[in-house]
């Protein structure tokens, strides 16, 4: 089993839509989660961190659930520029390493 | 200010043949790491260093891989004997790691593009 499984999709959704993408993670000693975007044939860059009470960064909600090791993403009024892959990262410390682990990510396309 | 930097930005070689990968961290930071992305695929973490300390090599998927931080700053990502199945984007990225249970982006370079034929 994979350590941060993802959905692959694609996510077709129409202009406006709201989308919510989740992740699971298998290590229960994960210490912080992420949620990174990368854009087709581009490097990825950090879109928002997730807290456990749940954040919100404009249209973007991130949810974790600590008891279910559930990690949720939510977009609502899409637009075509959301259109990327949607990675959910997981840091962990595993024999005094850091280390971010990448789930394989969740692909939208938002279209007119 | 200058983010992370790589090169080449795309590499072709033949199969048997060595490659040298350049990643240039951020000016400062103190961890840097390499991944794999093949195509349509997630990051496969590869290497870690971080500081003076001993790296954390338990991605490397074989012995032909090998990677040096030289100074604390610039690193090279060896790959030797390529293969086919080693075509993939190699990412390296920077963050500032100020100790356990601190939060810190990672920022990443560009990628190299390696074509194994």
């Known amino acids: 089993r994979k350590e941060v499984e993802q959905d692959p999709g694609p996510f077709n959704v129409p202009e406006g ?3 919510a993408f989740n992740c699971t993670y298998s290590n229960s000693a994960s210490q912080s989660f992420f949620w990174y975007r990368q854009d087709c044939r581009k490097e990825p860059k950090l879109l928002m961190s997730v807290y456990s009470s749940g954040n919100e960064d404009g249209r ?9 090791q559930y990690i949720s993403l939510l977009i609502r009024d899409s637009k075509l520029s959301d259109s990327a892959t949607y990675l959910c990262v997981v840091r962990s410390i595993s024999g005094g390493y850091n280390k971010l682990i990448f789930g394989a990510g969740t692909r939208l396309a938002v279209h007119p | 200010g200058a983010g992370v930097s790589q090169s080449p930005s795309n590499k072709v070689t ?9 990643c240039d ?3 400062g930071h103190t961890a840097l790491y390499w991944y ?6 997630g990051l496969e973490f590869l290497i870690y260093f971080q500081g003076n300390s001993a790296p954390d090599k338990s ?3 074989s012995d032909r891989f090998s990677a040096e931080r030289t100074g604390g700053s610039v690193s090279t990502l060896t790959i030797q004997r390529t293969q086919q199945e080693d075509s993939a984007v190699y990412l390296c990225a920077s963050s500032l790691e100020a100790g356990k249970g601190t939060v810190n982006e990672q920022f990443f370079g560009p990628g190299t593009r390696l074509t194994v034929l």
């Open chain 2, 25 to 27: 961290p951020i000016s």
């Open chain 2, 59 to 61: 991605g490397l998927p």
């Open chain 1, 60 to 68: 973007f909600t991130a949810q974790l659930n600590r008891a279910s």
């Open chain 1, 17 to 19: 839509a709201t989308v």
């Open chain 2, 36 to 41: 794999r992305q093949s195509l349509g695929q």
């Open chain 2, 14 to 22: 033949e199969k048997g043949k060595d490659v040298e990968l350049r």
